[in-house]
Nanobody, 119 residues
Framework: QVQVVESGGGLAQAGGSLRLSCVVS????????LGWYRQVLGKEREVVAT???????TYEDSAKGRFTISRDNAKNTAYLQMDSLKPEDTAVYYC?????????????WGQGTQVTVSS
């Protein structure tokens, strides 16, 4: 049973930093891709950053230069370091695991962690 658990959210001031963690169990973590997404109430969930099994990363435009996605395969954990936070970064942040089983893609989401940035 694959489980994805996020943590690290909270309240930060504009210009501050937070680091989100995503701990995965029950998967072939080192071979899987991960992504951080965020959702504001009433809006669609959007991708923030992704990291492949090989460590290649992508970022949504507003996250470039401020956020850093990384992974520690020894700990089955992915991170999102968020610096220079802005009030518009306020959202629920979700971690998504993308894996394959016998060539079939499967996706697993965590429960989300709230990030609130005050001005």
């Amino acid at each position: 049973q694959v489980q994805v658990v996020e943590s690290g959210g909270g309240l930060a001031q504009a210009g501050g930093s937070l680091r989100l963690s995503c701990v995965v169990s029950g998967s072939t973590f080192s071979r899987d891709a991960l992504g951080w997404y965020r959702q504001v109430l009433g809006k669609e969930r959007e991708v923030v950053a992704t990291i492949s099994s090989g460590g290649n990363t992508t970022y949504e435009d507003s996250a470039k230069g401020r956020f850093t996605i990384s992974r520690d395969n020894a700990k089955n954990t992915a991170y999102l370091q968020m610096d220079s936070l802005k009030p518009e970064d306020t959202a629920v942040y979700y971690c998504k695991l993308s894996t394959y089983v016998f060539g079939i893609p499967y996706y697993y989401w965590g429960q989300g962690t709230q990030v609130t940035v005050s001005s």
